[in-house]
């Protein structure tokens, strides 16, 4: 799940989809999002916004911040 990208989360339709060759059998798969996969999603969604309005644009769903050096300005990757 760590490389799902947003073009692969559909929250109108409710289904997120894995793209052949990211699965361990190499097949792409269509899945249901639950309650809870949705309020995660959303809250990844809401600080993707934040991130995209202060110019950090990325297509990872998860990500983390981490600095360049020690005490430095923290960045998403």
Known sequence: MLPLEWRNVDFASGEVHIDAGASKNGEGRVFPMT???????RAQWAEHLRLAKAGH????????????ERGGAKRPR
């Open 57 to 68: 644009l990325f297509p990872q769903v998860f990500f983390r911040e981490v600095a360049d």
């Open 35 to 41: 309650d809870d996969l949705r309020t995660l999603l």
